[in-house]
Structures are given as C-alpha cells and as structure tokens.
C-alpha cells in the first residue's frame, strides 16, 4: 500500500465521450504525475502537476488535461475520446526533490468502446 | 532521443536466480528505477540507483554503469510470486525530472 489513491477503478465509455479521472497523493507528496500505460507496453508520461501547476507534459494532445488541487490531490481530463485511449491510468506521487522515488496509485482502467 | 531496452520476456526457475538487463540512451541522466509490476497491477519500487555500483536489498539486487548506459537487476533464491514484469525506468533532468520508462520484462517462473 503506498496511500496512493485512484477512482474510479475501472471505467467504459463510448468514442466521443469526455472522462475524468482522480489521484489522491500520499500524505506530504506534493507533486502528482500521470501515466498512460497500454497492455503490454511501459508506462507514457502525460504530464506532472506541483504545486496546482502544470510541471511538465509528455506527447499527448491537449485534449488531455489536468488539475491539481491545494491538498494536492489530482484530476485528469480527456476529451472526445478515442479507441487508442484504451489504457491503464496511473497517477503517481512523489516530493518534488531530484531524490525522490514516485510511488503508484492501483490505477484506472478504461476501456472505450 | 530517449531510449530505454529490455528483453522482452525471460523464463527462470523456482530457487534459481535471473539478471534482467536494461540499456539506455538518454541525456540528462539523474537516476535509474526498477519497479515491479503484477498484471493488472500499479507499479511497486524496486530500487534506485544514482551511482556507478550495486545496491542490494533482500534477494533483490541492482547495478548501474553509468558508462556503458546499463544497468542490471538480480533476483536470488526465486519465488513464484516474483512471476511479474519488471519496469526500468531512467528519470532525465532535462525533461524537468521526468521518468522514461522501458517496455518492461515478463519474468515467467517453472516450478
């Protein structure tokens, strides 16, 4: 247990369709990445969030955003949703400090139909 | 670009011990994680390592040669429940600390 929490824990939509996804952070943790991650595949990194900012963002579309909330909990939007959205969602917590390992919430499974 | 490679899957016996390897290409190097994933499953660290050497943690063992780009984690005295796949994952300071990750490796164990 590393007091990560995601919901929900899994998830059907329908192409088109918009979705939201939520991350609470380990107590302290003060800065929240996401992750998408398709079967079989490593881990893509949407984007982090510290501090209610965006701190950096992967190769995915704007129709992937986020928040981040003054507890630090998290929320990841996706618009029009597509096939390939398809995936394991993973929030990730951690301090934002260059030691710092990021600890995994169980994810969000989504499937789009 | 930034590239991390793993084998794909490997197969090992119970009681026996496995070294899954891992090379990277990346700049801004600033650490590299192994994480243990069980399907369907998050993620679960494994080990960290910074520099060069070996960081020993129960049967799990990891290296680093930051040189050659390669590191290797060690499994000793094998279990069934260490039948997962296993994540390296390289965190790169000039993409603001961010964590690129391999494909990872399926460990399958045989009784």
């Known amino acids: 247990e590393t007091g990560v929490t995601q919901s929900p824990t899994h998830l059907i939509k329908t192409r088109g369709q918009q979705v939201t996804l939520r991350c609470s952070s380990q107590?302290?943790?003060?800065?929240v990445s996401w992750y998408q991650q398709a079967l079989g595949q490593g881990p893509q990194f949407i984007f982090q969030?510290?501090?209610?900012?965006?701190?950096g963002r992967g190769n995915f579309p704007p129709r992937f955003s986020g928040l981040q909330f003054p507890n630090y909990s998290s929320e990841l939007n996706v618009n029009a949703l597509e096939l390939d959205d398809s995936a394991l969602y993973l929030c990730?917590?951690?301090?934002?400090?260059?030691?710092?390992?990021?600890?995994f919430g169980p994810g969000t499974r989504l499937l789009v139909l | 670009g930034q590239n991390i490679d793993q084998p794909t899957e490997m197969t090992a016996t119970e009681g026996a011990i496995v070294q899954i390897n891992c090379t990277y290409q990346?700049?801004?190097?600033?650490?590299l994680f192994w994480y243990q994933q069980h399907a369907g499953e998050a993620p679960t660290f494994l080990s960290y390592?910074?520099l060069d050497g070996l960081e020993e943690k129960g049967r799990f063992s990891s290296f680093l040669s930051r040189s050659k780009g390669y590191s290797y984690l060690l499994l000793k005295e094998l279990q069934m429940k260490d039948s997962a796949s296993y994540l390296c994952?390289?965190?790169?300071?000039?993409?603001?600390?961010?964590?690129?990750w391999g494909a990872g490796t399926k460990l399958i164990i045989k009784p």
């Open positions: 990730a917590s951690s301090l934002k400090d260059s030691a710092e390992t990021q600890y």
């Open positions: 107590s302290g943790h003060n800065t």
């Open positions: 969030y510290y501090r209610e900012e965006e701190n």
């Open positions: 990346t700049s801004g190097f600033n650490g």
């Open positions: 390592n910074v």
């Open positions: 994952a390289v965190r790169v300071r000039d993409s603001n600390y961010q964590l690129i």
